[in-house]
């Protein structure tokens, strides 16, 4: 039977005895791992205050990167966040802004 | 019961971040609303065509979904679900798995209305219960924009570029939703993201827990072949509905029904000059095209109301 | 006792297939291997499997349904034959890299084109590079046999590897033979349950399956699949051996036949190794020394053995019922030659393309090899290397 | 029987030689024999002449080509005398059997010089009387028994019996009709 190196495990010095046959996964969302946040030149910020949890933001984000949590949005996964500002884009309250990253 | 997006979000999220799709692109958006369709309880198994979805939502080690998910080639998508279906049946039948599971096959306009066309077809004559859901912006991304046919008459691709004289794509744009709905098949429908996305939840609802095959066709924008700017994505969808250049609609076993008619049906000009595909129908002589383009567009709505009307 | 029938090769081929009770079959009508879905698809009307029929449009999605059938976790089988293989291309190396060990009956055919619907080995020849393990059969007896043992090779956890299990079109495919069939029970003991450690069905965890793979992982994953390629010949010997114990009947990796003191031998594929085993007793009759080697197994290729055995010939020909249009040999020559370039004093070889889209191979034809090899090794000119038996001048 | 015995079936497409080839097959392997039937295939529809082979003998045969030189050839159809040769590369010491109304050297002339033993047998004819159609396989099968001598005819018989009523299980007036025909082919074929 062959051994598996979990996704969080796995890198370029990863040999062919410990490296999944067929490149399976035998997990799910290891994705999650992957740092896609320094993709950004622009950045959305959360207002908190301004926000009322409508909820518009959250299905149009195309990173899973608005975490709810007891019904409300919380601050931004910026781990994951490209900085595409559809969520800037539908908010009607002015909770989110969008500017360029500093980096 | 009534659609309440606060709860809908309340489910645990199917599809991670972390995968490689562009930033802004519609595809993960059209996932997300159909994966949210699923009943938490139910598990899920997914396919996807070979495309921009499929390369940067599963590159080894990282798959961006929770559920288990398979990937063979571009054009077989709907072979390849079928396959994990029946091997479904047989096993449920033999008393070897007890979960319920739910079969999902995504592809992008290439991997459906082009080369996975056939196999699209043949799943869907099979009756396999199965959703496949066809992610639809209109020209071969992952390859670098090239056309389909699926992009619309005198849109810019790279294989149908717009030249001095030839303005763009010389054909239409084939109208997949009605072929497939050809296939009399339980469940058809057309949609894309417009505000809270309840349009999409429903139809992605009833496709999932309709028994037997059932087609979704969601018109999923791509920023980059579009030529718009990342954040308009909900801009360009929603004039895509008001304008009735993509109308959303369903085919219930066979009944055809709208499910949204704009109040003030725009100009097809107000979808077109957001998008840098058209730019050059806006050139001075070439009224015409735009024309054109609004001809058939109130030709095929006033065609479609007619059918669900009836 | 096993059960004395007469069958096709066809037949023997979806009896195997209803004995084993696989979860799903996809399947498109090819000639000559359309008996085996029409056989089966009666098996499943009338309740004696548990199958899932899947009835797809083409070849290209049979294949994509086995595969995903057997990512579920089930056991998936398919047949076909010629264009129908060369449509499933693309999904057979995807089959062998995610590593599901399919199960596809292959009644050779000639590749098109022109269109021809007889036998030749074009068809499984031109896929032996896709990372499968290839077994042909001489008869019906053989092709049952190859299929009851398929699964056992290709699921071992140390293989992992698609099976292709390949028999004559028409030849044998159509051909009603005398054949021992096992015991129903026999069959299900030997073959066993399939237990894969992960699927997509599996309830403990998801599974992720065909993923994009980039450079600094594609080459050990392809590894992976040598190594497993490199397994499987020990699998199949063991495999051979358990099956010897049921059936009394014993596979190796090839056939020898006559070749304990042979000085001239031929290499052969299929069932033309039966019609040259009678051109051998005949020319044993009258004195000569010659033999032959039917090579049972090609994917995994036989290197070492093969080489061993041909070691103590003067001359051999390698038969090739496929050309590989290399200018230089077909398929089966060029793997042999190279396994015999280890050897000290490795023979004299020629090859032979022959009985091209269902050219017959008479005994005289195979006669007429052998006084070619004889020739040879009395003259010590080898001539031609590259030849075609019996093409017209 | 010390050999191997080799039969060439001529036939048009659609017609049965073929069915009747595996029959034959059949009828030898049940008692005891090992048996090839394989018919000749290429792309003919129906109408066309066809071919198929037979080699019954008491040990295995390895050979897996056609048959050039038959001990015996049977003709469904009289109508491919003049189309195909059929006699080519017939054994002197073997037969010929011919399905037709006439007598065997009516046929002769049209065998191209053909010497050896010409049998004929009206299996149309039986089988319309016998079965009601023209189906005359089983007459056919019936002569070439008789003519070659392949199977002892007692055992023959019996067999033949019970492969009837197996298949046909719910039809008995067929099997009657067929054990008719193949008792009157053995009887009335004609140049033994």
């Known amino acids: 039977m062959s051994r598996y190196t979990p996704a969080a495990k796995v890198n370029e010095q990863i040999t062919w005895k410990d490296i999944a046959p067929g490149g399976e996964v035998y997990e799910g969302g290891t994705s999650a791992l992957v740092n896609t946040g320094d993709w950004r030149t622009m950045i959305p910020a959360f207002i908190a205050e301004n926000c009322k949890h409508c909820m518009l933001c959250v299905p149009v984000c195309p990173d899973s990167s608005i975490p709810v949590k007891d019904g409300k949005r919380l601050d931004f996964d910026f781990m994951h966040c490209k900085g595409c500002g559809i969520c800037w884009k539908v908010c009607r309250f002015e909770a989110i802004t969008f500017g360029k990253e500093a980096k | 019961?009534?659609?309440?997006?606060?709860?809908?979000?309340?489910?645990?999220?199917?599809?991670?971040?972390?995968?490689?799709?562009?930033?802004?692109?519609?595809?993960?958006?059209?996932?997300?609303?159909?994966?949210?369709?699923?009943?938490?309880?139910d598990k899920a198994v997914i396919g996807s065509a070979t495309g921009c979805l499929e390369v940067s939502t599963f590159l080894y080690p990282y798959t961006a979904w929770q559920d288990s998910f398979i990937h063979t080639a571009f054009e077989n998508a709907g072979a390849t679900i079928s396959g994990v279906e029946a091997c479904y049946k047989v096993l449920k039948k033999k008393g070897k798995i007890d979960d319920t599971y739910k079969f999902i096959a995504f592809g992008g306009d290439g991997g459906t209305y082009d080369i996975g066309f056939q196999s699209l077809s043949g799943a869907m004559e099979r009756g396999h219960d199965m959703v496949y859901v066809c992610y639809d912006n209109e020209a071969y991304m992952n390859t670098g924009i090239q056309r389909s046919s699926s992009t619309p008459k005198f849109a810019d691709a790279t294989t149908s570029p717009a030249g001095s004289v030839v303005p763009g794509k010389p054909q239409n744009k084939k109208n997949l939703t009605e072929v497939i709905a050809a296939h009399n098949i339980p469940y058809v429908a057309q949609t894309t993201f417009i505000s809270s996305m309840k349009d999409l939840h429903e139809k992605a609802h009833k496709a999932l827990y309709t028994p037997g095959a059932a087609f979704l066709?969601?018109?999923?924008?791509?920023?980059?072949?579009?030529?718009?700017?990342?954040e308009e994505l909900m801009e360009i969808c929603k004039l895509a509905v008001e304008t009735c250049v993509w109308p959303l609609y369903e085919v219930i076993e066979g009944k055809w029904v709208l499910t949204y008619q704009p109040k003030n049906k725009l100009p097809v000009e107000d979808y077109l000059k957001k998008q840098g595909r058209f730019s050059h129908l806006f050139r001075k002589g070439n009224e015409w095209m735009i024309a054109d383009i609004q001809k058939s567009v109130d030709q095929k709505w006033e065609a479609l109301r007619t059918r669900c009307q009836g | 006792m096993s059960i004395r029938e007469r069958l096709s090769g066809n037949e023997a081929v979806a009896f195997a297939m209803k004995q084993i009770n696989p979860?799903?079959?996809g399947a498109f009508p090819i000639t000559p291997s359309t008996e085996i879905p029409q056989y089966f698809s009666q098996y499943v009307a009338n309740g004696q499997v548990d199958t899932e029929?899947?009835?797809?449009?083409?070849?290209?999605?049979?294949?994509s349904c086995c595969i995903g059938a057997q990512a579920a976790g089930g056991r998936a089988v398919t047949a076909t034959s010629s264009c129908g293989l060369a449509l499933m291309w693309e999904m057979l190396?995807?089959?062998?890299?995610?590593?599901?060990?399919?199960?596809?009956?292959?009644?050779?055919?000639?590749?098109?084109?022109?269109?021809?619907?007889?036998?030749?080995?074009?068809?499984?020849?031109?896929?032996?590079?896709?990372?499968?393990?290839?077994?042909?059969?001489?008869n019906n007896q053989e092709a049952y046999d190859n299929f009851c043992m398929a699964m056992r090779i290709g699921e071992h956890p140390e293989v992992r590897l698609p099976v292709m299990t390949c028999q004559d079109g028409f030849i044998t495919s159509h051909a009603i033979e005398n054949i021992e069939l096992l015991e129903d029970e026999k069959v299900k003991k030997f073959v066993g349950p399939y237990t894969p450690e992960h699927y997509l069905l599996k309830k403990d965890n998801p599974l992720a399956v065909g993923p994009y793979d980039i450079a600094a992982y594609y080459m050990e994953h392809k590894y992976q699949q040598a190594v497993a390629m490199k397994n499987a010949k020990q699998v199949i010997l063991d495999v051979a051996d358990e099956f010897e114990k049921i059936s009394g009947r014993y596979y190796g990796l090839f056939e020898k036949y006559q070749m304990a003191d042979a000085e001239q031998a031929i290499v052969i594929i299929g069932s033309s190794a039966g019609t040259a085993k009678a051109a051998v007793n005949e020319l044993r009759a009258q004195g000569e020394k010659v033999g032959l080697i039917k090579l049972r197994v090609f994917r995994p290729f036989p290197r070492e053995e093969l080489a061993a055995a041909l070691s103590t010939v003067k001359v051999v020909a390698v038969m090739d019922k496929a050309d590989s249009f290399s200018a230089c040999g077909g398929p089966v020559f060029a793997e042999t030659r190279s396994a015999c370039y280890s050897l000290a004093a490795p023979p004299r070889m020629i090859n032979f393309v022959y009985g091209l889209g269902g050219r017959d191979v008479r005994v005289e034809d195979i006669k007429s090899v052998y006084e070619e090899l004889k020739q040879i090794q009395l003259s010590g000119n080898t001539g031609e290397i590259y030849r075609y038996l019996g093409v017209r001048e | 029987m010390q050999k191997m015995v080799e039969i060439r079936w001529h036939g048009r497409g659609g017609q049965g030689a073929k069915t009747a080839s595996l029959l034959l097959a059949e009828a030898a392997f049940n008692t005891g024999k090992f048996v090839q039937g394989f018919p000749e295939y290429g792309p003919e529809r129906m109408g066309a002449p066809i071919t198929a082979y037979n080699r019954i003998s008491d040990e295995r045969c390895t050979v897996h080509s056609n048959i050039y030189e038959p001990d015996y050839v049977v003709v469904v159809d009289a109508t491919l005398l003049a189309a195909v040769d059929v006699t080519r590369g017939l054994k002197q010491d073997g037969a010929i059997i011919i399905n037709s109304e006439k007598l065997p050297e009516e046929l002769r002339p049209m065998l191209k010089g053909y010497t050896g033993k010409l049998c004929t047998i009206d299996a149309d004819k039986i089988s319309e009387e016998e079965l009601g159609r023209n189906f005359p396989n089983t007459p056919m099968l019936g002569a070439v028994v008789k003519v070659s001598n392949l199977i002892p005819e007692t055992e023959f018989i019996a067999d033949m019996e019970s492969s009837f009523k197996h298949k046909f299980a719910s039809k008995p007036q067929v099997v009657t009709g067929n054990m008719n025909a193949l008792a009157r082919s053995m009887k009335e074929v004609l140049g033994l």
């Open chain 2, 217 to 230: 066709n969601v018109l999923a924008p791509c920023p980059r072949g579009w030529r718009y700017s990342p």
């Open chain 3, 53 to 63: 029929f899947v009835a797809v449009e083409s070849e290209h999605s049979a294949m």
């Open chain 3, 93 to 138: 190396y995807v089959a062998a890299s995610c590593r599901l060990p399919i199960t596809l009956a292959c009644i050779n055919r000639a590749l098109t084109g022109p269109i021809n619907i007889n036998n030749d080995h074009s068809d499984s020849m031109g896929a032996r590079d896709a990372g499968w393990i290839q077994l042909y059969a001489e």
């Open chain 2, 1 to 41: 019961m009534a659609y309440n997006l606060k709860e809908e979000l309340a489910k645990p999220e199917r599809l991670s971040g972390g995968h490689r799709m562009c930033a802004g692109c519609g595809a993960p958006v059209a996932v997300r609303g159909v994966l949210r369709a699923l009943e938490p309880e």
């Open chain 3, 23 to 25: 979860d799903v079959m």
